[in-house]
């Protein structure tokens, strides 16, 4: 079973496997035969090159040049290498310099599964640094010597409220239809038949889908982390009859992606297929009054199909193959109002691809449920338990179960399944052999003076009780925790 201590154990030994590399090899990436940092024809070119004239090549060239990983360097790499690079219908290149296509997130990560309490609402600004999962980031990037990328973020705004600001980017901005909606809708928000998280494997509560040619949706980084990311991810979802999307640069123009050779991105494809990325440097977005980039995705197809971004990650570095970069990735499902019998098999399996899975539900199924009722049973509750440990135990994902399922006052009698739903979090840590912690127990009276005196809904932690709830879950991970992180 991985756990967030091994998973810094094989990113130090990968670190030292690859210390004897050249700097332009790690820099770059598999394809990047050359190694100037860009996957384009020049490096089929260099490669035929050499594979003609009979000139010998370097390790590095040899690592880099094995496109098609079949530990060979032949002309089948060239071949497969210029397909992709000519090809527009968004081919899954196994490559790093040139990663549009299938994603390798789930690898060196930890996911959050949360809700509101997650997220911080009622904490003090700024967020996330106030949250639990703020403090935990810390953590790890402290004991990864600074290396941790903010990876997948739901396209979804986390809060309900465009008051406030939303983990690392700000409530986006939605182009309109023309009868004054939102012309990009959440997955459970106002879909058309057929969309519904009813008629399908949908992505409820995470995705944002168009099905409106040329409306754009804009996320705009916040000011804290402006010079912290080099680079940003957009994750989005392949699906029938789906469509192409493109970047803009805020001037009738498109953003290309790292390596200046795509622009449009297809989605559509007879299956559905939802770990796919685009990468981008944030260097080319347009920037707002306050310097910020702006991240404009635009639907650039056909009036009437639907393209669906599921997230947007920041990146400092770029992905490397076999974690040449000895990065752990930081991946948030997390919003407001979310419950664990409403998330789609889709969901649950990215976020147990991860090496550590940080698992904060129960609150809303529990609370608002209200058994019996259509929306809410025990048995169905008890099968996605069951599917959920199924998964972790099937991918070797260690599971951290935060119970923040601590008693509503203003719940009614008799509603709440309180009792039931903390059994079943009980189980999914021990037939995952994970890390149980539940805060109100750890904490007693102490966390839930926190909650009750500062916001007064006896639900949602204030910052000190974000902070106590993390040193808790740091601990339990055996990593450090520094008292004075604010």
Not at 300 to 327: M, Q, R, S
Request: aromatic share 10%.
């Amino acid at each position: 079973m991985k756990r967030i201590s091994a998973i810094l154990a094989v990113i130090s030994v990968a670190a030292m496997l690859f210390a004897a590399m050249p700097t332009t090899a790690l820099a770059a990436g598999k394809g990047d035969y050359n190694g100037d940092g860009r996957l384009n024809t020049l490096d089929a070119r260099a490669m035929l090159k050499d594979l003609l004239s009979g000139e010998a090549v370097t390790n590095q060239q040899i690592w880099w040049g094995d496109y098609d990983i079949d530990d060979a360097i032949t002309t089948g790499d060239v071949r497969t290498m210029l397909t992709d690079l000519l090809d527009t219908a968004g081919s899954s290149a196994i490559n790093y310099a040139k990663p549009t296509g299938e994603d390798y997130w789930g690898e060196n990560s930890i996911a959050i599964l949360g809700d509101s309490i997650s997220f911080g609402a009622k904490a003090d600004d700024p967020l996330p640094e106030n949250t639990y999962a703020g403090y935990l980031k810390k953590a790890v990037s402290a004991a990864n010597g600074g290396k941790l990328n903010y990876g997948f973020t739901s396209a979804y705004p986390t809060s309900w409220s465009s008051n406030r600001a939303d983990e690392i980017h700000m409530w986006p901005d939605r182009s309109k239809t023309a009868d004054g909606g939102n012309a990009w809708l959440c997955d459970q928000d106002d879909m058309p038949e057929g969309f519904k998280a009813e008629n399908g494997n949908r992505l409820t509560s995470v995705g944002m889908t168009s099905w409106t040619k040329w409306s754009t949706i804009t996320y705009t980084l916040r000011k804290p982390y402006v010079d912290q990311y080099n680079y940003f991810c957009v994750y989005y979802h392949m699906q029938p009859n789906g469509d192409g999307f493109v970047i803009a640069d805020g001037n009738q123009g498109e953003v290309a992606d790292i390596n200046g050779s795509k622009s449009y991105i297809p989605t559509a494809s007879d299956t559905e297929i939802t770990m796919r990325t685009a990468f981008y440097r944030l260097s080319d977005c347009p920037k707002n009054a306050d310097g910020q980039p702006q991240i404009i995705i635009c639907h650039d197809g056909n009036e009437g199909k639907p393209v669906t971004i599921t997230g947007i990650g920041y990146y400092k570095e770029l992905p490397k193959a076999n974690n040449a970069d000895g990065y752990v990735t930081f991946n948030s499902f997390t919003r407001g109002g979310m419950r664990f019998c409403y998330l789609s098999d889709t969901v649950l399996r990215q976020a147990a691809s991860a090496d550590t899975l940080i698992f904060s539900l129960g609150y809303n199924d529990a609370h608002y449920g209200n058994m019996p009722d259509e929306s809410f049973s025990k048995e169905y509750f008890a099968q996605r338990i069951d599917f959920m440990i199924d998964l972790c135990n099937a991918n070797g994902t260690q599971v951290v179960v935060n119970n923040t399922t601590w008693p509503d006052v203003q719940t009614e009698p008799g509603k709440s399944n309180i009792a039931f739903v903390h059994s079943e979090l009980r189980r999914l840590a021990r037939e995952t052999k994970g890390i149980y912690v539940e805060q109100i127990k750890v904490h007693g009276d102490a966390l839930w003076e926190q909650i009750w005196a500062p916001n007064g809904d006896n639900v949602h932690p204030g910052s000190n009780g974000q902070k106590m709830m993390a040193q808790a879950l740091v601990e339990a991970l055996g990593l450090t925790w520094t008292e004075d992180w604010t």
